[in-house]
């Protein structure tokens, strides 16, 4: 008998490792991530959000509001490295390229002043 993963597509078996990380990372939220999700979720702000949802060729954004094809990413200080921020500009125009709106929200500003990150969602999503 022949093993699952064997008559699985190259595809098919990286979209599976995906959906794996994807919700590891669901499971294991930064600070921010949560104080965002707890204000985005159940569509508090008019939209439906989901957390970590795989997109565009398999990237894992950290929020998405499919109906509106917007992204909101939550940068912590990792994301101010030089190689990283070259690595984040390829990621948004990927994501640009494939018809979504991306807002980027430092997780400084989503600890620091979250009604100002929520203005700034909303504005996103009136946008869109």
């Given at each position: 008998?022949?093993?699952a993963?064997?008559s699985?597509s190259?595809?098919?078996?990286?979209?599976?490792?995906l959906?794996?990380?994807a919700?590891?990372?669901r499971r294991?939220?930064?600070?921010?991530?949560?104080a965002?999700w707890n204000e985005i979720s159940a569509?508090?702000?008019?939209?439906?959000?989901?957390?970590?949802?795989?997109?565009?060729?398999?990237l894992?954004?950290d929020?998405?509001?499919?109906?509106?094809?917007?992204?909101?990413?939550?940068?912590?200080a990792?994301?101010?490295?030089?190689?990283?921020?070259?690595?984040d500009?390829?990621?948004q125009?990927?994501l640009?390229r494939?018809?979504?709106?991306?807002?980027?929200?430092?997780?400084?500003?989503v600890l620091?002043?979250?009604p100002?990150?929520?203005?700034?969602?909303?504005e996103?999503?009136?946008a869109t």
């Amino acid at each position: 008998m022949k093993s699952a993963s064997r008559s699985l597509s190259p595809q098919q078996l990286k979209a599976l490792r995906l959906a794996g990380f994807a919700s590891r990372m669901r499971r294991e939220p930064t600070r921010s991530e949560r104080a965002l999700w707890n204000e985005i979720s159940a569509a508090k702000q008019g939209a439906s959000f989901r957390r970590q949802a795989v997109v565009a060729d398999g990237l894992i954004v950290d929020f998405l509001a499919p109906a509106r094809k917007l992204v909101i990413e939550v940068d912590g200080a990792y994301h101010l490295e030089p190689a990283r921020k070259k690595a984040d500009a390829r990621r948004q125009h990927r994501l640009e390229r494939a018809g979504y709106c991306v807002l980027r929200l430092s997780a400084e500003l989503v600890l620091a002043d979250l009604p100002e990150a929520l203005r700034r969602v909303r504005e996103a999503l009136a946008a869109t």
